[in-house]
């Protein structure tokens, strides 16, 4: 098993308002990986400001993408909202919370 440490700093740039799409509620986890806890969830069809693109997190359906979310301090699984991810500027690294990165078949349920 490998850890990563992830990154809870952010860049400067202006946030993006993006939509939660898809079935049900966008779930808002601690790192940008679906074993992480669950800190908000977001409901379907809200806007929200998301700071940045993590682009290293677990693939989620073939994505590996994963958008902050600062007033929860949590992360969303980018095919979950319609951010463009070359929208957003990366996520700095410092972190608070390692995880174990993809699952078999690099697919999970976000």
């Not at 958008?67 to 699984?77: E, G, I, K, R, T």
């Amino acid at each position: 098993m490998r850890f990563f440490v992830l990154a809870s700093l952010v860049t400067t740039a202006t946030a993006i308002p993006c939509k939660i799409v898809g079935a049900g509620n966008g779930l808002c986890r601690s790192c940008p990986c679906t074993g992480c806890e669950i800190l908000a969830e977001v409901p379907n069809g809200a806007t929200r400001e998301f700071a940045c693109v993590w682009r290293l997190g677990q693939s989620v359906d073939g994505d590996n993408t994963w958008v902050y979310l600062p007033d929860s301090n949590c992360y969303v699984a980018r095919l979950r909202t319609d951010c463009a991810a070359n929208l957003l500027g990366g996520c700095l690294s410092a972190a608070t919370q390692g995880f174990l990165p993809g699952s078999p078949g690099g697919r999970g349920v976000a």
